[in-house]
């Protein structure tokens, strides 16, 4: 199973396209948020299931703050993380996160990739498609793949 996850595309959508015509087939699209009213095209583009949250700046339509839902053995919670202080540390988030129960807990709006592996918690953050922050000002977004043995992997990829 491979999923593509993204977020911060904020509405500009020509690198979602590239990075759905380099890594396709996927059989699941995770978007963490700020679309901005770009869910259909995504959707429509991406050729198999999306799940996609709001974020602080998708004030209009009916997206969910948060999902959670089971991707293998996973259970993984999505979320923005605004209104979960991420821009100041992870701390609160990964509270939640073990208090809902979560194997993996996926988050934008601080446009910055990580993959941070915990005892009980893997922390994922694909960065952001069109405003990236981190060193290196790359677009960024990650691969989950789920091996035979049921084991997830994650990669950070940059176009």
């Not at 380099?22 to 995504?42: F, N, R, T």
Request: charged content about 20%; overall charge negative; glycine content about 8%.
């Amino acid at each position: 199973m491979k999923a593509l996850i993204i977020s911060d595309t904020h509405r500009r959508n020509d690198n979602f396209l590239k990075v759905i015509e380099q890594v396709a087939p996927v059989d699941l699209v995770i978007h963490c948020g700020d679309v901005e009213g770009s869910q259909h095209l995504i959707q429509n583009a991406a050729g198999c299931p999306v799940q996609c949250v709001a974020g602080n700046n998708d004030y209009f339509g009916d997206l969910p703050s948060e999902l959670e839902f089971m991707v293998g053995k996973y259970r993984v919670w999505v979320t923005h993380g605004h209104h979960y202080y991420v821009s100041m540390s992870n701390e609160y988030l990964k509270r939640e996160a073990r208090a809902k129960g979560a194997d993996i807990v996926m988050f934008g709006h601080t446009h910055r990739p990580i993959v941070n592996w915990e005892n009980d918690l893997v922390v994922v953050n694909p960065g952001s498609l069109s405003y990236p922050r981190q060193d290196g000002r790359k677009p960024s977004f990650i691969l989950m793949d789920i091996d035979r043995m049921g084991d997830v992997h994650f990669t950070i990829r940059y176009l």
